[in-house]
């Protein structure tokens, strides 16, 4: 048990579906984040949120939505995504994203399959 | 652009051996950390290193902070098959990862 929790661990999807990844967690963390992890690349931070506020975007495509309703939850909406996405989305929290020195703490992820 | 080059990329070594990887940047990092991220899971933050020069130890893993805080080793002593996984350094600043040194101990 992380304290981060992602679901599902799994997805296979069309490149016309539409499907939601969802993140929670309750660390008492103010600040979430979503990274992709793809072979022979670093972890790349998509999306940092504080306070259920967006605070970096970096320069995602659109397919990608983000939306945090409150400080434990995180999802990420997807549609009309390439095979090229296929990765691991991982969901990250810390206690606020100028403390990164504390750590992050992240959920298991999605292995996301784009066909 | 801040960048953290880690070395080597793969290792794989017999159980019983000592190992060292590397992270490496042309950048000053307030901190540095390093994380094991077994397959199917997300990495695990195993230490965070601030003070240049500093050494911390986590049973058999040793974690040095350069002097100049532009760099940081992991050592391994005895490595066991459990310390299997890719190891990531991570700086806190602007929150970027290296790409990884994946260690694979042998029994």
């Known amino acids: 048990e992380t304290g981060v929790t992602q679901t599902p661990r799994h997805l296979v999807m069309g490149m016309t579906n539409k499907k939601s990844l969802k993140c929670e967690q309750h660390l008492g963390h103010n600040a979430m984040y979503w990274y992709k992890q793809s072979a022979k690349k670093p972890l790349e931070l998509m999306f940092v949120?504080?306070?259920?506020?967006?605070?970096e975007n970096n320069s995602v495509p659109s397919r990608f939505s983000p939306e945090c309703p409150n400080s434990s939850h995180l999802f990420l909406h997807l549609h009309t995504l390439q095979p090229e996405d296929s990765a691991l989305y991982l969901c990250?929290?810390?206690?606020?994203?100028?403390?990164?020195?504390?750590?992050?703490?992240f959920g298991s992820g999605t292995r996301l399959t784009v066909v | 652009t801040q960048l953290l080059e880690q070395s080597p990329q793969f290792l794989s070594i017999q159980e019983g051996e000592n190992l060292t990887v590397y992270c490496n940047s042309s950048?000053?990092?307030?901190?540095l950390q390093w994380y094991r991220q077994e397959p199917g899971e997300g990495p695990v933050l195993l230490v965070t290193v601030v003070t240049g020069g500093e050494v911390k130890k986590l049973k058999r893993l040793t974690f040095q902070f350069g002097d100049a805080r532009k760099d940081s080793s992991l050592h391994i002593t005895a490595a066991q098959p459990g310390d299997t996984g890719l190891y990531l350094c991570?700086?806190?600043?602007?929150?970027?990862f290296g790409k990884g040194t994946r260690l694979h101990i042998l029994p």
């Open positions: 990250a929290s810390s206690h606020s994203p100028g403390q990164g020195a504390v750590g992050y703490t």
């Open positions: 991570a700086g806190a600043d602007k929150i970027i």
């Open positions: 950048s000053v990092f307030s901190s």
């Open positions: 949120y504080s306070l259920e506020e967006r605070v």
